[in-house]
């Protein structure tokens, strides 16, 4: 595996400068967690059109588009990427073991590893395999416009899934610098990190070193457990900003809480109240997280209260500048 030198830090010079400083508005669309819930994803994404969003972020499932040894199955990607061109979504794309939602590592059964490593990346050959999956789906989907950005795996130096494992900084990089070759229009790579306490510091930084965008996944109550929330939601990501604005890094908000962590209480007001400490600290991109609830609940439970507090949120984000 490559080592952690100056060589891999991102060209920032070889950017288009346009994707910079623009206002975005989104939330995570996960196909599998529709699915757990027992919901027609393409009547989700129907609904999500009514949210009046300009952004969407999406994963790309090593498990479902590898699901045999060498056999790529990409027509539900290829579908959703369409749909998202039609109707002029900027699409994020995560690639990667780790991407959104549970069971955090989305490692097809043929390719599962018994290592009880913390660090999984340590099986050097799930690594190769991930990284043959990694270069077919690049090279499937790059041609498609509505793509604006890839996400090298996600909050990958964070402890997750069943065994509490993370994705090392070196692997990380070297997915980095695999997408970059492979895109040939250069577009910017995410690194994701858990916004909890300055516990994580070192995570940010291994982060800024390889990432053009860093990701900030924010949730400021947490298993009942709120007491710390102004730090998490306020106090950090401003601080992470100056961080990486310091070293030309452009700072999103990937993940900002929009549903409850159980057994926590969360709703419409909380979320409010989140989204307004960081417009205070000036974030242009903010991908929401909850979408399937919210779906859920206005489906299913005729609840469209948090639906429709964030039809309002786009909107007001969207309207300034």
Same mark, same amino acid.
């Given at each position: 595996?490559?080592?952690? /030198?100056?060589?891999?830090?991102?060209?920032?010079?070889?950017?288009?400068?346009?994707?910079?400083?623009?206002?975005?508005?989104?939330?995570?669309?996960?196909?599998?967690?529709?699915?757990?819930?027992?919901?027609?994803? #393409?009547?989700?994404?129907?609904?999500?059109?009514?949210?009046?969003?300009?952004?969407? #972020?999406?994963?790309?499932?090593?498990?479902?588009?590898?699901?045999?040894?060498?056999?790529?199955?990409?027509?539900?990607?290829?579908?959703?990427?369409?749909?998202?061109?039609?109707?002029?979504?900027?699409?994020?794309?995560?690639?990667?073991?780790?991407?959104?939602?549970?069971?955090?590592?989305?490692?097809?059964?043929?390719?599962?590893?018994?290592?009880? /490593?913390?660090?999984?990346?340590?099986?050097?050959?799930?690594? /190769?395999?991930?990284?043959?999956?990694?270069?077919?789906?690049?090279?499937?989907? &790059?041609?498609?416009?509505?793509?604006?950005?890839?996400?090298?795996?996600?909050?990958?130096?964070?402890?997750?899934?069943?065994? #509490?494992?993370?994705?090392?900084?070196?692997?990380?990089?070297?997915?980095?610098?695999?997408?970059?070759?492979? /895109?040939?229009?250069?577009?910017?790579?995410?690194?994701?990190?858990?916004?909890?306490?300055? &516990?994580?510091?070192?995570?940010?930084?291994?982060?800024?070193?390889?990432?053009?965008?860093?990701?900030?996944?924010?949730?400021?109550?947490? #298993?009942?457990?709120?007491?710390?929330?102004?730090?998490?939601?306020?106090?950090?990501? &401003?601080?992470?900003?100056?961080?990486?604005?310091?070293?030309?890094?452009?700072?999103?908000?990937?993940?900002?809480?929009?549903?409850? $962590?159980?057994?926590?209480?969360?709703?419409?007001?909380?979320?409010?109240?989140?989204?307004?400490?960081?417009?205070?600290?000036?974030?242009?991109?903010?991908?929401? $997280?909850?979408?399937?609830?919210?779906?859920?609940?206005?489906?299913?439970?005729?609840?469209?209260?948090?639906?429709?507090?964030?039809?309002?949120?786009?909107?007001?984000?969207?309207? &300034?500048?």
């Amino acid at each position: 595996m490559p080592s952690m /030198d100056e060589s891999m830090i991102p060209p920032e010079r070889d950017l288009d400068e346009s994707f910079f400083g623009q206002r975005r508005f989104g939330t995570t669309f996960s196909i599998k967690e529709l699915e757990r819930r027992g919901l027609d994803w #393409r009547e989700g994404f129907d609904c999500l059109l009514d949210l009046n969003m300009n952004s969407i #972020r999406i994963g790309a499932y090593w498990s479902e588009i590898e699901p045999e040894h060498g056999k790529f199955d990409f027509d539900q990607m290829d579908e959703l990427l369409t749909k998202c061109e039609a109707h002029n979504l900027q699409v994020v794309v995560t690639v990667g073991m780790k991407g959104p939602r549970w069971p955090e590592f989305h490692i097809p059964a043929w390719a599962q590893t018994d290592s009880e /490593d913390e660090d999984i990346s340590s099986d050097t050959q799930l690594c /190769d395999q991930c990284l043959d999956y990694i270069e077919a789906t690049v090279n499937h989907i &790059k041609s498609f416009k509505c793509i604006i950005a890839f996400q090298i795996e996600n909050e990958p130096l964070d402890k997750a899934g069943e065994r #509490r494992q993370i994705v090392g900084i070196d692997f990380v990089a070297q997915e980095a610098n695999l997408v970059r070759r492979l /895109d040939d229009k250069l577009r910017p790579i995410i690194i994701t990190a858990w916004c909890w306490s300055f &516990k994580h510091d070192a995570d940010v930084k291994d982060a800024l070193r390889y990432c053009n965008v860093l990701g900030l996944d924010v949730y400021s109550k947490v #298993r009942g457990d709120d007491s710390t929330g102004e730090h998490r939601s306020g106090v950090l990501p &401003k601080y992470y900003k100056q961080l990486a604005n310091s070293r030309a890094r452009e700072v999103w908000i990937t993940e900002a809480q929009a549903e409850p $962590w159980n057994p926590s209480h969360f709703d419409s007001e909380d979320m409010k109240l989140l989204l307004a400490k960081l417009n205070k600290s000036k974030f242009d991109t903010v991908f929401l $997280w909850g979408f399937e609830k919210w779906l859920d609940s206005k489906l299913n439970k005729d609840d469209e209260t948090m639906w429709n507090a964030v039809r309002s949120a786009a909107n007001d984000h969207m309207s &300034k500048r």
